[in-house]
């Protein structure tokens, strides 16, 4: 048993490395998805404010917020031009705007720390859909913070491992000794 153990040591050590390295670079892309993430966000958040901004000065024009605005022109809109979708899709631009200003906002202003949770919270699958991702191995302080994460989580997973195998290879040994 020593002479396997001999054997599979260094190739033990060499997965754990692997392991590490590969945890390492996976977490790392997390700041490059979240700044591309926020890229194509901007972009949508500005193509749904220009409907928004018109919507808006023609509410201010009437003495009414937004949602007032279009909540009349719903009532006001003969069901003919309703069947149309153009109030209804008038209407979508303008939550779809508030829903991305407000996650642009929060994830912009978000911690290295919370960012991940942000995202979490404000995640749009549609968002998701439109990135390109490029992976690259980001040389930035929050790069490197989550790569060293990244290597914590895989040695930590690592012990989990090897402590589960432990007990259930450890047992059978230790009842042979007590049956002897």
């Keep these: ?68 605005y279009i909540a009349r022109t719903v009532e006001e809109t003969p069901r003919e031009v309703r069947a149309w979708d153009f109030v209804q ?7 779809r705007y508030q829903k991305y200003h407000k996650a642009l906002v929060a994830l912009e202003n978000s911690s290295l720390w919370a960012r991940p949770f942000v995202l979490a919270a404000h995640f749009d699958r549609s968002i998701h859909k439109a990135i390109r991702f490029e992976p690259n191995v980001p040389i930035t302080y929050e790069g490197a913070v989550y790569a060293l994460i990244g290597v914590l989580l895989a040695l930590s997973l690592m012990a989990l491992v090897r402590g589960i195998i432990g007990l259930i290879f450890g047992r059978k040994k230790t009842s042979e000794k007590i049956n002897v």
């Excluded at 153990?5 to 260094?10: E, H, L, T």
């Excluded at 979240?34 to 409907?51: H, N, P």
């Design 1 to 68: 048993m020593n002479k396997l153990v001999r054997i599979f040591n260094p190739v033990g050590a060499l997965v754990d490395r692997i392991v590490c390295v590969v945890f390492a670079v996976l977490l790392a892309q997390g700041p490059t998805y979240i700044a591309q993430y926020i890229d194509v966000l901007s972009g949508a958040e500005m193509e749904a404010r220009r409907t928004f901004e018109d919507v808006q000065e023609r509410a201010i024009q009437e003495g009414l917020t937004v949602e007032e």
């Design 89 to 95: 899709d008038t209407k979508n631009t303008v939550e």
